[in-house]
């Protein structure tokens, strides 16, 4: 079936940077938009950005401009997020998610189980 | 960005009851074009990722209970659960998919009365 498969939960410390993939089955990354959604603890969800996974274009939320990174690895039918310079604020569970082309933007099916990270000195 | 607010923040509703839900949206999310419009609605239990309940506003996702039902237009949208179930307890998420950056209403969290 139809899976985004993510790695592990991280522990880092303020200033650190994180790297977390998120590995496509059952279909064709190149296929489909692939978008990253944060939720910090008891909070809603914010949408972080998303990468063409075609192009390897790439459009982020203005408040991580500079600090986060999205890339596909094709061979591999793996996405990755690296968020640098952390800080407590960057706690959260961080969910890859396949988009959903509707001619602007993307709706989310299905999403990734989730990544804890988790900021702490 | 478009700013979506859902309503209530929570509810209580019995068992076999229905439960509504709205969300309204900054600035209209319709395309007068299509007539599509981009708005997304999502169930997510404690503990787990959300899931995709409708998206177009009323089509509802693969393997969905018919009991989950969509409408509105514009800038005021419904979630209803016609019949609510033990298993429906839940946050509910409505998402604008219209502009970038796509954005989330708050959360609504539906409980057992």
């Known amino acids: 079936q139809v899976q985004l498969v993510q790695s592990g939960n991280e522990v880092k410390k303020p200033g650190a940077s994180v790297k977390v993939s998120c590995r496509a089955s059952g279909y064709t990354l190149t296929n489909y938009g692939l978008d990253w959604v944060r939720q910090a603890p008891g909070r809603g969800l914010e949408w972080m950005g998303v990468i063409n996974t075609v192009t390897g274009k790439t459009k982020y939320a203005d408040g991580l401009q500079g600090r986060v990174t999205m890339t596909t690895d094709t061979s591999t039918n793996t996405a990755y997020m690296e968020l640098r310079s952390l800080t407590s604020d960057d706690t959260a569970v961080y969910y890859c998610?396949?988009?959903?082309?509707?001619?602007?933007?993307?709706?989310?099916?299905?999403w990734g189980q989730g990544t804890l990270v988790t900021v702490s000195s | 960005d478009i700013v979506m607010t859902q309503s209530p923040d929570s509810l209580a509703v019995s068992l076999g009851e229905r439960a509504t839900i709205n969300c309204k949206s900054s600035q209209s999310v319709s395309y007068s074009s299509n007539n599509k419009n981009f708005l997304a609605w999502y169930q997510q239990k404690p503990g787990q990722p959300p899931k995709l309940l409708i998206y177009w506003a009323s089509a509802r996702g693969s393997g969905v209970p018919d009991r989950f039902s969509g409408s509105g237009s514009g800038t005021n949208f419904t979630l209803v659960i016609s019949s609510l179930q033990a298993e429906d307890v839940a946050v509910y998420y409505c998402q604008q998919y219209y502009d970038s950056p796509v954005t989330f209403g708050q959360g609504t969290k539906v409980a057992i009365k």
């Open positions: 998610v396949r988009g959903e082309a509707s001619g602007r933007g993307h709706w989310f099916d299905p």
